[in-house]
T-cell receptor, first 112, second 111 residues
Framework: DQQVKQNSPSLSVQEGRISILNCDYT??????FLWYKKYPAEGPTFLIS?????DKNEDGRFTVFLNKSAKHLSLHIVPSQPGDSAVYFC???????????FGKGNQVVVIP | NAGVTQTPKFRVLKTGQSMTLLCAQD?????MYWYRQDPGMGLRLIHY???????AKGEVPDGYNVSRLKKQNFLLGLESAAPSQTSVYFC??????????FGPGTRLLVL
């Protein structure tokens, strides 16, 4: 049973525009959420995270929004750059649980 | 700091052969993880460890064994490889708090 879902597996966006990635979850016990970025033939790298006590976290061009009532989070990349072309994974954890639940990933292609 | 390293980077096995994948981290992290990534499946947890000498099963543990004899190393073993174990394997580690940090991966092909 997929607890973290990423629909719309691929996204193409023009350089300079906004990329929006969405993630839905089913477990209301999740209290910490992370986004990872992955280039081909490399390991995932941590991008940004958010605690359930917040509804927004920003780091440079990356902003994550959390809507707990809808069990939904999104990642905004503004402005998008060609180097942002990668697969993005959403992940979530329950406090005290030592594991992350991952979504299946979204492919982003930024067109120069 | 090298971070998380994985050995080997690529390996081809025949069905029934055994092998061990090595993960090493130099960040003094307590927690270590083994994942596999398959097309369309995302990252699935195989086994993990919350400290030296401890291991626990993840969501897809069958056909794999692990050991954490030293804090900095986490070994993933395949006793009798099967074609279904063809995958990319990632190791990760973390301190008490998230996030976890991933290694570069090991590509395994089982014929």
């Amino acid at each position: 049973d997929q607890q973290v879902k990423q629909n719309s597996p691929s996204l193409s966006v023009q350089e300079g525009r906004i990329s929006i990635l969405n993630c839905d979850y089913t477990n209301s016990m999740f209290d910490y959420f992370l986004w990872y970025k992955k280039y081909p033939a490399e390991g995932p790298t941590f991008l940004i995270s958010i605690s359930s006590i917040k509804d927004k976290n920003e780091d440079g061009r990356f902003t994550v929004f959390l809507n707990k009532s809808a069990k939904h989070l999104s990642l905004h990349i503004v402005p998008s750059q060609p180097g942002d072309s990668a697969v993005y994974f959403c992940a979530a954890s329950v406090r005290g649980n030592n594991r992350l639940a991952f979504g299946k990933g979204n492919q982003v292609v930024v067109i120069p | 700091n090298a971070g998380v390293t994985q050995t080997p980077k690529f390996r081809v096995l025949k069905t029934g052969q055994s092998m061990t994948l090595l993960c090493a981290q130099d960040m003094n992290h307590e927690y270590m993880y083994w994942y596999r990534q398959d097309p369309g499946m995302g990252l699935r947890l195989i086994h993990y460890s919350v400290g030296e000498g401890t291991t626990a099963k993840g969501e897809v543990p069958d056909g794999y064994n692990v050991s954490r004899l030293k804090k900095q190393n986490f070994l993933l073993g395949l006793e009798s490889a099967a074609p279904s174990q063809t995958s990319v394997y990632f190791c990760a580690s973390r301190a008490a708090a998230w996030p976890q940090y991933f290694g570069p991966g090991t590509r395994l092909l089982v014929l």
